[in-house]
T-cell receptor, first 113, second 114 residues
Framework: EDQVTQSPEALRLQEGESSSLNCSYTVSGLRGLFWYRQDPGKGPEFLFTLYSAGEEKEKERLKATLTKKESFLHITAPKPEDSATYLCAVQANSGGSNYKLTFGKGTLLTVNP | DAGITQSPRHKVTETGTPVTLRCHQTENHRYMYWYRQDPGHGLRLIHYSYGVKDTDKGEVSDGYSVSRSKTEDFLLTLESATSSQTSVYFC?????????????FGPGTRLTVT
């Protein structure tokens, strides 16, 4: 069974204090790993797709990296507007069920001014 | 929210009543999904559709049915709502399944079953 574990559950940073969020996964064969951002009362917003170990993607203050067992979302010099819940999901090569995304429970990031 | 609307956005209903949630997309994407999100759980797939009139079950499908008569609309029905179905429901769409591709989510429907 595919599993995704995100840590920490919650993270509080000061504005400008860089840090990383972790997503550990267990899948039979990784097809893709996805990062989403979710603001309170809204739907998840797509950030990145990573396909293979060693891949990196960046968007503004965010950089996502991927290894064979985990992914990191690095946040450089965060601002209060980066406060949100960040979700990680994996899509596995599972025969006919390769539509399925398995989500972690998320990391709630709070950035204080 | 990439051309996805959900209605209603909020609903309170009583145990035992039927409820239908609607998802409408303007992207002409083939694949559509219904998820529920609950505290302490990640997003969990209820049902999905891979084309008009083509649907299949997800991991938490008991008590739910779906229908898709047009590309743009995907309906989720709770035949007889229970308190355990109190949740936030999200619709998502994706373009294809040929390669790993992202799903885009709607704004959600908050359902309370009393």
């Amino acid at each position: 069974e595919d599993q995704v574990t995100q840590s920490p559950e919650a993270l509080r940073l000061q504005e400008g204090e860089s840090s990383s969020l972790n997503c550990s996964y267990t899948v039979s064969g990784l097809r893709g790993l996805f990062w989403y951002r979710q603001d309170p009362g809204k739907g998840p917003e797509f950030l990145f797709t990573l396909y293979s170990a060693g891949e990196e993607k960046e968007k503004e203050r965010l950089k996502a990296t991927l290894t064979k067992k985990e992914s990191f979302l690095h946040i450089t010099a965060p601002k209060p507007e980066d406060s949100a819940t960040y979700l990680c999901a994996v899509q596995a090569n599972s025969g006919g069920s390769n539509y399925k995304l398995t989500f972690g429970k998320g990391t709630l990031l709070t950035v204080n001014p | 929210d990439a051309g996805i609307t959900q209605s209603p956005r909020h609903k309170v209903t009583e145990t035992g009543t039927p409820v239908t949630l609607r998802c409408h997309q303007t992207e002409n994407h083939r694949y559509m999904y219904w998820y529920r999100q609950d505290p302490g759980h990640g997003l969990r797939l209820i049902h999905y559709s891979y084309g008009v009139k083509d649907t299949d079950k997800g991991e938490v499908s008991d008590g739910y049915s779906v229908s898709r008569s047009k590309t743009e609309d995907f309906l989720l029905t709770l035949e007889s709502a229970t308190s355990s179905q109190t949740s936030v429901y999200f619709c998502a769409i994706s373009e294809n399944q040929v390669q790993p591709n992202e799903q885009y989510f709607g704004p959600g429907t908050r359902l309370t079953v009393t």
